[in-house]
């Protein structure tokens, strides 16, 4: 029988080792022996075996999603959008919105006191004395807080242009702020000193500069990006959280406000107008007083 096989190195190597237990170096081998060989061939099997392995459990794994595809039956309403059902997040969104509008009334079981609200409760880091005299805003759910009733949240979103995201890091740094990772739209993930989560993004949208000369304050002091842009932000997410944000703030805005919000969106992303129409529409129904 050939020793070309995976394991016939190893054989070797132990056959060597148990004829050289005379000597001093044949002793210690002989006593440790047993548990290298053993060791050993099991590297050998696992380099040999493994890729072989994985190669078959991708391939199983592939059959398994393949097939599941197959039994899955997309509904007709999402097949006329995407006949195999995969929706762009606009398409998601635009889908969802005609289904709420169909419902007609809609309405919430919070106290409209409640939602007019404006609140700080959830502490963040204040980085206003760290990002002096650089163009920044808080956005993401933190930013809400100063459109509609605060909710909590699991990080604080702040964005700055590209062109000053080196400087913003290093002046944190400088402040104790920890780097955990970087973000895959731009940017990085930092702690703050007393443990917050802060995703600091790096901007490159061509209304930024403008959005960050008009910005806002909230309940806190924080600079927040102001309403209109930051609805064209949140209406370019893929998530319904955004969706929901954008529906409630745009709910509770007066009228020269929402003309404003129209304004900016069909000059940066007219494509989404029809949408924000809907969201408009929603968020004030919403706000309606409850029938007696």
């Known amino acids: 029988m050939s ?6 190195g190893t054989a070797r190597i132990g056959r060597a080792r148990r004829r050289g237990r005379g000597g001093t170096g044949g002793a210690v081998l002989g006593r440790c022996g047993k548990g290298v060989d053993a060791e050993m061939r099991r590297t050998a099997w696992r380099d ?8 078959l459990a991708g391939h199983a794994t592939g059959q398994y999603h393949r097939a599941m595809s197959a039994r899955l039956r997309i509904p007709a309403a999402i097949a006329a959008i995407a ?16 289904r709420l509008l169909l419902r007609g009334s809609v309405g919430t079981g919070t106290q409209l006191a409640s939602l007019r609200r404006r609140t700080a409760m959830q502490p963040w880091p204040d980085l206003r004395a760290h990002l002096s005299e ?52 731009g940017g990085q993930t930092l702690r703050s000193p007393d443990g917050a989560e802060i995703d600091l993004l790096f ?22 990006l102001g309403l ?16 929901a944000d954008v529906s409630r703030m745009l709910g509770q805005a007066n009228d020269p406000g929402l003309s404003h919000v129209r304004e900016v969106v069909e000059r940066w ?19 309606r007083p409850p029938e007696d």
């Open 48 to 55: 040999a075996v493994s890729p072989r392995l994985s190669s």
């Open 3 to 8: 020793g070309a096989g995976p394991l016939a």
């Open 83 to 98: 006949a195999d059902g995969q929706q762009t997040a606009r398409q998601r969104r635009h889908f969802l919105l005609q």
């Open 203 to 224: 901007g490159e949208q061509p209304w930024l500069d403008e959005a960050l000369t008009r910005t806002e304050r909230d309940p806190a002091g924080f600079p927040v």
């Open 269 to 287: 992303s007219p494509e989404d107008s029809e949408d924000l129409e809907a969201l408009i529409f929603l968020g004030q129904q919403e706000m």
């Open 134 to 185: 650089l163009p920044w805003a808080v956005v993401g759910g933190v930013a809400t807080r100063a459109y509609m009733q605060e909710r909590i949240t699991q990080d604080l979103e702040v964005i700055v242009r590209k062109l000053d995201g080196a400087e913003a890091l290093a002046r944190l740094a400088a402040a104790e702020f920890k780097a955990v990772g970087a973000l895959s739209i």
């Open 228 to 243: 209109p842009f930051l609805v064209v932000l949140k209406m370019q997410s893929a998530r319904t959280q955004d969706w």
